[in-house]
């Protein structure tokens, strides 16, 4: 079997899908799809072309079961333009291949990232690390957004004087904030690439990365449905559970076993309480791994 052209993937390669008030995802090329995935994990077991019903159940019992290597048979490129604090969270996924525009090379344009009015918010009081869902009065907003605009300007000015003075750009650049766009080919393989999609589609990631990783997860469901399909069962909505949420679950559901599970288990505690089993119950409730 040859190269893997597929329809849906052809008919999006190079168009860019927004993300952000600026910034887009596009994907520049592909290799294999769930075709190749099958193929590759097929020479392990040397059996040929099944239907596409085996086919299917087949990726599903991959990634299942952890046998991640035929999804690195698969291969995306995109082209990304993102502000420079969503690439900085990005970029500490080490197994992709990047390619960056320089701003020792180039001049940066003038293209800066304000948050839409809904995500201008608090700081949240129980996640240190993000927002909540209350907001500033809606006047303070537009003095907010105004403000950072104000900055971004300031900065872009001071830069562009200093590029037509003949400073060296690689210095010019140093004052421009986080909130400057930048661009990138980031190239991965689908299961690294799930890994990425895993992490920045997770509620505790920052809303603007989490923007981008659902264009790009739409994007790989145009060249490998089925591979995605599975992994949004066993492991986006999946939530996992710690041994003692385990024996909770267990002692909920009336399931009792044998000497050697986790209610027999001295090293497991036999009771969730305060913080512990709110946090329990509220994945249950929410789906969510907390
Ligand atoms: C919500 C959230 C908050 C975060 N907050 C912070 C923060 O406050 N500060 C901060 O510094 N980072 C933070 N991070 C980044 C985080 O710690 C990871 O660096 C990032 O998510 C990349 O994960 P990874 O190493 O699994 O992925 P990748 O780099 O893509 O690696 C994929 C996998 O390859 C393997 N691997 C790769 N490199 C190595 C290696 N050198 N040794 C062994 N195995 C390796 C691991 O199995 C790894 O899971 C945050 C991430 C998230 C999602």
Request: charged share 30%; aromatic share 8%; with cysteine.
């Amino acid at each position: 079997m040859a190269h893997c052209v597929i329809d849906e993937a052809e008919a999006i390669l190079d168009r860019e899908f927004p993300v952000l008030d600026k910034g887009f995802v596009r994907l520049v090329d592909y290799l294999g799809g769930d075709e190749r995935v099958v193929q590759a994990a097929r020479v392990s077991y040397g059996a040929g072309t099944k239907t596409y019903r085996e086919d299917a159940a087949l990726i599903d019992y991959l990634l299942r079961n952890s046998h991640t290597s035929p999804f690195e048979q698969v291969i995306l490129t995109f082209h990304v333009k993102l502000p420079i604090f969503v690439a900085r969270q990005w970029i500490r996924h080490r197994t992709a291949r990047i390619n960056e525009i320089s701003a020792r090379y180039s001049v940066m344009k003038d293209e800066f990232y304000v948050p839409e009015a809904e995500d201008v918010a608090l700081q949240s009081t129980d996640n240190k690390q993000g927002r909540s869902d209350e907001t500033p009065d809606p006047a303070r907003i537009e003095t907010i957004r105004a403000a950072l605009a104000e900055g971004q300007k300031a900065a872009y000015t001071a830069y562009s004087s200093l590029v037509d003075e003949g400073i060296a750009r690689e210095l010019a650049r140093i004052n421009l904030p986080l909130s400057l766009y930048t661009e990138w080919y980031w190239q991965i393989d689908l299961r690294n690439l799930f890994h990425f999609l895993e992490l920045r589609l997770d509620i505790h990631a920052q809303k603007e990365i989490r923007l981008y990783a659902g264009v790009i997860l739409e994007t790989a469901k145009k060249v490998a449905p089925r591979s995605c399909e599975s992994f949004e069962r066993h492991i986006l909505k999946a939530v996992r559970f710690s041994g003692e949420e385990l024996a909770e679950l267990r002692k909920r559901l009336g399931i009792t076993g044998s000497a050697s599970d986790i209610a027999a288990d001295d090293t497991v505690p036999k009771e969730l309480s305060g913080r512990a089993l709110e946090r329990f119950e509220e994945k249950l409730r929410s789906g969510r791994q907390l």
